[in-house]
Nanobody, 125 residues
Framework: QVQLVESGGGSVQDGGSLRLACEASGFGYSSYCMGWFRQAPGKEREGVVLIDSDGSTTYADSVKGRFTLSQDIAKNIRTLYLEMNSLKPEDTAMYYC?????????????????WGQGTQVTVSS
């Protein structure tokens, strides 16, 4: 059964750090495209980072050098970690984990079919 469960959101001060986690059940041993999107109030959803099962990772320009994606796998559960450093107020958003069983054919524009419930990140100045 496919399921994505996020955790790790919260509130921090400008310049602070947070670590998000996404447990993706069913993505242990197949081709995949998975990663993080975010949506701030009144704004469109945007891709933050995606990783392809071929090993390639794509970051949004706005987070390069500040956010780092890593992963591990246990049985058929792939866990994504998003380490977010030097957070800024403009990083405030609901962060969603998303995935699907194909390659990231369109970079951060790849449309994925499986989504988590989201976790809120708030950065105050």
């Amino acid at each position: 059964q496919v399921q994505l469960v996020e955790s790790g959101g919260g509130s921090v001060q400008d310049g602070g750090s947070l670590r998000l986690a996404c447990e993706a059940s069913g993505f242990g041993y197949s081709s995949y495209c998975m990663g993080w999107f975010r949506q701030a109030p009144g704004k469109e959803r945007e891709g933050v980072v995606l990783i392809d099962s071929d090993g390639s990772t794509t970051y949004a320009d706005s987070v390069k050098g500040r956010f780092t994606l890593s992963q591990d796998i246990a049985k058929n559960i792939r866990t994504l970690y998003l380490e977010m450093n030097s957070l800024k107020p403009e990083d405030t958003a609901m962060y969603y984990c998303a995935a699907d069983f194909f390659h990231c054919l369109d970079g951060l524009g790849t449309i994925l079919g499986y989504w988590g419930q989201g976790t809120q990140v708030t950065v105050s100045s």
